[in-house]
């Protein structure tokens, strides 16, 4: 079963254009659990990672468990919208295969118990962490792995999004002995082509079979 989790070292880092990319490159369904910062029902709602993904791929879009109107962490989004996340009752879509983008990054919490990476360890599901390359990086990633580990996540590997930095790569790649994806330039225009011969020169789809 491919089925990948897309996290990152924290928001806005790249998560949802670099899960758009791997949904086209190895045709999966994508399916983003919990999305805050919007209103809206069905499978993409307007401004949902999942509309950015559907509108690059034309993926199968398996419908959020929670949709919440407040930009803020789950468990808080949640509190203010009066709903109760219950993690441990999610059930994955059984699509084969499925990239699957999380909240933020790795210690997010869905509850004010149950953090990001915790969830992804009980899923048992590989994880990509999403990293940038640039000033900050070498530290950021480091703890993320550090986290995920220490939380029993299956790491996949790190993909990377950003202008090429050999050393910061290299040295991350040393440093946590973690896989190393590929890496994602910052495209302009960010189109559905640009982004897929972007991904096809980027990453080889058999590390993700
Ligand atoms: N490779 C890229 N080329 C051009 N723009 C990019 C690229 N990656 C990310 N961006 C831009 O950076 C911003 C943040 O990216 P994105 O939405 O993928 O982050 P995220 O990690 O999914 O955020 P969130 O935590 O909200 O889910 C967006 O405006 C997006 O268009
Ligand atoms: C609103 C944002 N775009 C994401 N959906 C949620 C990010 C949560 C970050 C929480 C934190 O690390 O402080
Ligand atoms: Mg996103």
Redesign the pocket.
């Known amino acids: 079963m491919a089925q990948f989790v897309i996290t990152g070292t924290?928001?806005?880092i790249g998560k949802t254009v670099f899960a758009a990319g791997l949904t086209g490159l190895i045709g999966a369904d994508y399916w983003k659990p919990v999305?805050?910062?919007v209103t809206g029902d069905g499978p993409a709602p307007q401004g949902s990672d999942a509309a950015f993904v559907r509108a690059m791929t034309g993926a199968r879009i398996h419908d959020s468990l929670a949709v919440l109107p407040e930009?803020?962490?789950?468990h808080r989004a949640a509190e203010l919208a009066g709903v109760t996340l219950e993690p441990e009752t999610w059930t994955i879509p059984q699509a084969d295969p499925l990239v699957i983008e999380g909240?933020?990054?790795v210690?997010?919490p869905m509850t004010r118990k149950i953090l990001s990476a915790d969830l992804f360890a009980r899923w048992g599901i590989p994880v990509v962490l999403v990293a940038a390359t640039g000033l900050g990086t070498i530290s950021h990633t480091a703890t993320a792995v550090e986290s995920l580990r220490g939380r029993g996540v299956i790491l996949h590997g790190i993909a990377f999004v950003g202008e090429d930095n050999p050393d910061n790569i290299a040295t991350i790649a040393e440093l946590t002995g973690a896989r190393v994806l590929g890496r994602l330039p910052r495209l302009d225009p960010l189109t559905p082509d640009a982004l897929r011969a972007a991904m096809r020169a980027a990453f080889d789809p058999r590390d993700f079979a």
């Open positions: 924290g928001t806005d999305q805050t910062g930009p803020l962490s789950p909240a933020g990054g210690l997010v």
